[in-house]
Structure formats: structure tokens, C-alpha cells
């Protein structure tokens, strides 16, 4: 089974203005799920996420609250946004601040290169700017205002007028690297997925690529330009070098050796910041350009994007308060193709949590432990001559877990479950049609009991390797529940490659008491 053999692997890092929404917790899962499937498939794995704390957006937002802007970032994190990685589980091993001394010395170091090397001029700039992109909007971005900003240009995005600025700044030569940029994309068809996404940035650069303002004058929340400090760097420039300083740029290069070039999970309405801009930055520094970019949909609320601004953002614990932080993972991850849009709802959440988590794969584990402990007193029995029936899951677990390795290299998480998933469906399905309860009441057919329970034992155990990076709670109940941590090992030390081969939980192991994994929710009156 093929695989990466190395992945640093980030989030954007989210804009500390407000607390988070299920639209920021949807993109830590999903980069979670990728690298910790990864880590059990051996990679050198290195996760990284984290806040932007710096921009006009962050000094109004604070400005309106009262205190100064890195108050309220401190606040914003430690009361909001590292709590979100606890409550959704999120393995990360760092989490990058733009206000961290590591961070702005690294920006200045790049910033200072560029300039000494000739890619960094200054010039005069008006141009309509949106503070909620923090950024000059292109014209493919900017469209007539209706209702109350009738008369108006606003941002597509974010449906508020822009503001016209005029400022002397400082200008990144962007434009000298549109060759380069489209031979990358041609070169490397796979740099930016999925390939909408992929087209899409093509269409953009084809169009001719102006030079990027990379400072500004009219306030000083940021970090000071270097060589004048009068300006502060442009938030985006800023952001985006994150991935580097927190990789080492600047302080140390064997870290940045050793993990460079990373991975990018990001929205899509970030992208061509990450596929165009940051890939620029790159060349120009005489850097690599990442991995991937990968470009996922937006979660839809009532049709539209997400938005705490129009009262569509729903705030994760609003979920796992009720649902549990494992069915909040495994439904995004599943009910949405992963890289398009999806809408989420109360009800299907609902239904899938009872008809998927507490039926299909809760009741699947309890009734296959109860039937060991009612049986064969509380162990795993011995598995003998298999039947047609019993190889089919066999084989299938082999083929469902290469599936989904494959499909997960894609990024395809959806797919990746949906493929796990067939082993819940074949091994349900198995228990009907081998009746176990049936061959109990005869004694000449134990030890074809034997094989059958130990047959959905095993399939169990796999399950339980093959969902932890998606369920890392209630996979680890069930590992703990079959007694593999003591037979077997810890299951985060499990493999892939392990979990696809069959017999790894020896007989005779002892199974332990099992505690409900999804309990059933019941409706409100």
C-alpha cells in the first residue's frame, strides 16, 4: 500500500476577530483526519494551525470592544480558539501566533531578502479594499450593491461596501512571476486540487497578474517593514509566511529542512492567496513551492456560506454539547464530499447519528461483545475452517482499507469513510445471515460459533484502526473494550497495513466491559 512517507500538513490560520464556527471546526477535522491516517500509515507527520492577529479587521474589532488588539487576540485564543482543538480533538503539534517573536522576526528576515534582492519597490496605490478579505479586491470580485448599499461597489464575498484607499506603498513584483507560475500548474497538475480549483487559479493568472501592495500607512497594527518601519506589512503577506516561521525559517533550518515543503488544507475562498501569492513569495525567496493546495467547499447554512455577521454561524459546541465531539467529526466528514460545497442540517445530522453511529456501528460493537461474553465467558474464541461467508469479510476488510488509503492520498475523506464503512454494513449483514444465536443452541455447531464471532471480532479490531483517525474517542473505547491494548499495543501505534491483516487479535484474549459509544438522543418535546 502506497503512501506519504512524510507530512507537514497545516490549516489557514483563522482571523481572530470572533469565536469560531462550525466552518473553522469543519477544517481542523479534516486536516486532522488526514494527518493522523497518515501517522498510522507511518509518515513523519507535523501539524500545524493557529490564529492571524494582526490587520485593520482585528484593530476595529478590538477598537469597538474597548482594548488594545493584542488584548484581545490574547483573549480571543486562550478562551476560544485553543479550546476549539480540545473540543473537537484536534492532534496538532504547534499552534503559530502572527503576534509570536518567532513569527514577525521571520517575516522581517523574508521581507528584507526580498528587497535586497530587487522584488520589492515603492509606489503610488488606490484601489477598493475590502477589510473583511483584507484584501484590494480584484474586478472579478467587486459587484453593484442592492438595498441599502444601492449605488455602492461591494465585496461578492462578503456583500459590504468597499472602501477606496489611496496610500503610498510598498510592492511585491508579483507580475514578474506569471511564466513561472502557470509552468508550475502545468508541471504539477496535482499542485492545486481539486481540479475546479485547479482551473480556476489557471483562469485568474492567464488574465495577467498586477503587483501586490505589501504594506501599509494608515494604521500600525502589524509588523514593521524593516527598512521603514512607517509601514506595516500587508496582513496576507504577513499570514502566510506563518507556515514558514513556524517550520524554522529564521531561527532554524535543519527544522525547516526537515519539513518544508507543506501541505496546504485550506477554504476556498482563500485560495488564490495560497495557489498564487504564497507560491510568488516562494520563487522569489528561492524557497520551494508547497506540496499541495488543497481547496475545500464552503458548509452551507440556508443556502449561504457561513457567517457570524448574518447570523449563520453556529458555534461547535452547539453540536458536541449534545452529539459528542466523534459524531460531530465523523458526520462532517462523511455527509460532505470533501472540496465542494455541502449543507449542513440539524435533521440529517440527526438521522445520520442514530442510523450510522448508534445503530449500524454502536450497536454493531455491543451486540458482538455481549454475544463473546454470553458464549465464550467474556474472551475472543478460536477461529477454524473458514466458510465462503467468512473469507468475503476478510477479503473485504483487505480491499476496504486500500481503497481508502487510496482515497485518502486524494484527499477524497468522504470516500475514504464511505469505503470503511462497507466493513460495518458486510459485518451487520454477516451476523444476520450466520445467526449466531441460532448455532448457540447446538452444541455440535460451537465451534462454528466460534469462527463467526471471532470473524466479527477481528473485523472490530480493524474497524477500530481503520476509523481512529476520523473517531479517535470511541475507537479507542472499542480497542481498550476487545482488549488489544493489552494483547496488541497501544492503537495509536496500530498501522494501516496492520489493520488489513487479518487474525492480529489472538484468541483467548479478554474482552472488557464496553461503555455506550453513541447513546441514543433523544427528541426534544
Known amino acids: 500500500m502506497s503512501s506519504r512517507s512524510s507530512l507537514y500538513l497545516t490549516t489557514p490560520i483563522f482571523y481572530v476577530n470572533d469565536a469560531p464556527h462550525i466552518g473553522h471546526a469543519y477544517t481542523e477535522v479534516a486536516s486532522d483526519v488526514l494527518v493522523r491516517w497518515s501517522r498510522q500509515c507511518g509518515a513523519d507527520t ?30 480571543l ?48 496605490f488606490e484601489a477598493l479594499y475590502c477589510v473583511g478579505c483584507e484584501e484590494f479586491k480584484p474586478k472579478s470580485e467587486i459587484v453593484d450593491g442592492s438595498g441599502a448599499f444601492e449605488g455602492e461597489k461591494v465585496c461578492k464575498i462578503h456583500s459590504k461596501p468597499l472602501e477606496l484607499l489611496q496610500e503610498k506603498n510598498y510592492f511585491f513584483k508579483m507580475s514578474a512571476f506569471q511564466d513561472r507560475l502557470l509552468k508550475l500548474y502545468e508541471e504539477r497538475p496535482d499542485f492545486v486540487q481539486p481540479a475546479s480549483a485547479r482551473n480556476e487559479v489557471i483562469a485568474f493568472v492567464q488574465q495577467g497578474l498586477e503587483d501586490l501592495s505589501i504594506s501599509r500607512t494608515s494604521f500600525d497594527w502589524g509588523i514593521p517593514i524593516p527598512w521603514n518601519s512607517s509601514h506595516v506589512t500587508y496582513v496576507w503577506f504577513d499570514a502566510l509566511l506563518n507556515y514558514l516561521t513556524a517550520a524554522g525559517y529564521g531561527n532554524d533550518p535543519e527544522k525547516l529542512e ?21 507560491p510568488a513569495m516562494l520563487m522569489a525567496a528561492g524557497l520551494s513551492v508547497p506540496e499541495h493546495v488543497y481547496a475545500h467547499g464552503w458548509l452551507l447554512v440556508g443556502g449561504e456560506k457561513m457567517s457570524k455577521s448574518k447570523l449563520t454561524g453556529i458555534a461547535p459546541n452547539e453540536i458536541t454539547d449534545t452529539f459528542g465531539a466523534d459524531a460531530f467529526r465523523y458526520y462532517f466528514m462523511r455527509a460532505i ?40 465467558g467474556g474472551v475472543k474464541p478460536e477461529q477454524g475452517e473458514l466458510l ?33 464503512w462497507e466493513i460495518v454494513d458486510a459485518l451487520n449483514g454477516y451476523i444476520t445471515e450466520q445467526e449466531p444465536w441460532v448455532l448457540a443452541k447446538q452444541e455440535e455447531q460451537l465451534p462454528r460459533l466460534g469462527t463467526v464471532l471471532a470473524t466479527v471480532t477481528e473485523g472490530l ?22 482488549g488489544a491494548d493489552q494483547a496488541i499495543g497501544a492503537l495509536a501505534d496500530q498501522t494501516i497495513a496492520e489493520a488489513a491483516t487479518w487474525n492480529q487479535l489472538p484468541a483467548g484474549t479478554e474482552l472488557q466491559p464496553l461503555p455506550v459509544l453513541f447513546p441514543r438522543i433523544e427528541e426534544e418535546a
Not at 492577529?53 to 474597548?66: D, M, P
Not at 526537515?258 to 498564487?276: Q, S, Y
Open 77 to 124: 485564543v486562550a478562551e476560544s480558539w485553543k479550546p476549539l482543538l480540545d473540543l473537537i480533538n484536534i492532534s496538532n503539534d504547534d499552534f503559530i501566533r502572527t503576534t509570536d517573536e518567532r513569527h514577525e522576526t521571520g517575516v522581517q528576515k523574508f521581507l528584507q531578502k526580498l528587497y535586497d534582492d530587487g522584488h520589492i519597490y515603492d509606489g503610488e
Open 46 to 75: 507535523w501539524f500545524l494551525t493557529g490564529t492571524d492577529e494582526h490587520g485593520q479587521k482585528i484593530l476595529r474589532t478590538a477598537s469597538a470592544n474597548g482594548v488594545a488588539p493584542k488584548e484581545w487576540a490574547d483573549k
Open 258 to 278: 526537515r519539513l518544508w515543503p507543506a501541505t496546504h488544507i485550506v477554504g476556498k475562498d482563500i485560495l488564490r492567496f495560497h495557489a498564487v501569492i504564497w
Open 337 to 376: 464530499n470533501f472540496g465542494q460545497d455541502g449543507s449542513f442540517s440539524w435533521e440529517d445530522l440527526r438521522a445520520r447519528y442514530h442510523a450510522e453511529l448508534a445503530n449500524g456501528f454502536g450497536n454493531l460493537v455491543s451486540r458482538t461483545i455481549g454475544m463473546n461474553n454470553k458464549y465464550f
Open 388 to 420: 465462503a461467508a467468512d473469507t468475503a469479510i476478510v477479503d473485504l476488510v483487505a480491499s476496504a482499507a486500500a481503497k481508502a488509503e487510496e482515497q485518502m492520498l486524494k484527499f477524497q475523506i468522504h470516500e475514504a469513510i464511505a469505503s470503511i
Open 461 to 482: 479490531r480493524a474497524l477500530a484502526v481503520l476509523l481512529h483517525p476520523v473517531m479517535p474517542d470511541a475507537t479507542e473505547k472499542l480497542w481498550i473494550a476487545l
